[in-house]
């Protein structure tokens, strides 16, 4: 079974959300079987790379709202993380543009390493002091190459703007496509989605239903199509 997850590194709620569904995930009979695959969705995809601003003020502007709100969301989300184990700086941090970071997700998940890196930017960006955003391209080549990726080739593909380009497009589209106007956003084989950081309770009916609801492989009519098996292979005979 596949599980896609559509997020954003600058989605406090992904963050979050994240660790409920591997919650849920962990405690799944066949979680073995499960494959997750992460896609990419940009909150402030007109944001100008070098665009960077304090998350209080972004939510200032964005949203209308006061200071003193800001603060108090950032201190609830804060208290949501710290509740399922999650480091979370409430102040101090601040908020750009996400494109390179998801180019290299989908760099990451052609090796196999697409969990390790979204996880290590997730904490980068929440939880630790230095800015994945006011560095320059060699703070996100440093990450990656944390989540076991070559540095010269992350290196390659940031000075690339085309680079993956397409795939974190189509993954958008695809979004689009499904109806997700908002992140985090689950896709259970295709059949069931949810939306938002639910509770790890609603991950673990979720992944039961879609489980138990697969439609099982309908084989059509084979004919004498020979085959091979765990016996051998059919040898035709000549008459």
């Known amino acids: 079974?596949?599980?896609?997850?559509?997020?954003?590194?600058?989605?406090?709620?992904?963050?979050?959300?994240?660790?409920?569904?591997?919650?849920?995930?962990?405690a799944f009979p066949h979680r073995d079987e499960v494959e997750v695959v992460h896609r990419s969705f940009e909150l402030d995809p007109g944001r100008a790379k070098g665009d960077v601003q304090p998350v209080i003020t972004m939510l200032t502007r964005k949203y209308g709202m006061s200071e003193?709100?800001?603060?108090?969301?950032?201190?609830?989300?804060?208290?949501?993380?710290?509740?399922?184990?999650?480091?979370?700086?409430?102040?101090?941090?601040?908020?750009?543009?996400?494109?390179?970071?998801?180019?290299?997700?989908?760099?990451?998940?052609?090796?196999?390493?697409?969990g390790e890196l979204i996880q290590i930017f997730y904490r980068a960006n929440f939880a630790e002091e230095r800015s994945v955003f006011t560095e320059g391209d060699e703070r996100l080549v440093e990450l990656a190459a944390e989540a076991g990726l070559d540095a010269d080739r992350v290196r390659a593909v940031l000075t690339d703007p085309d680079?993956?380009?397409?795939?974190?497009?189509?993954?958008?589209?695809?979004?689009?496509?499904?109806?997700?106007?908002?992140?985090?956003?689950?896709?259970?084989?295709?059949?069931?989605?949810?939306?938002g950081a639910q509770p790890a309770e609603v991950f673990t009916r979720a992944l039961a239903q879609a489980w138990s609801e697969r439609s099982p492989l309908k084989l059509v009519d084979q004919g004498d199509g020979a085959a091979c098996g765990p016996d051998g292979c059919a040898v035709p005979q000549h008459g």
């Open 163 to 195: 680079a993956y380009a397409d795939e974190v497009r189509a993954d958008e589209h695809e979004a689009a496509r499904l109806g997700a106007n908002g992140v985090p956003f689950f896709v259970l084989d295709r059949a069931y989605g949810l939306s």
């Open 1 to 26: 079974m596949r599980v896609e997850i559509w997020s954003d590194i600058a989605c406090p709620w992904c963050y979050v959300g994240k660790a409920r569904f591997e919650k849920a995930l962990a």
């Open 68 to 114: 003193a709100q800001a603060q108090a969301g950032e201190d609830n989300l804060g208290a949501q993380a710290a509740a399922e184990g999650l480091d979370y700086r409430t102040r101090d941090r601040d908020h750009g543009n996400t494109f390179d970071m998801h180019r290299l997700l989908h760099l990451a998940k052609e090796h196999g390493r697409q």
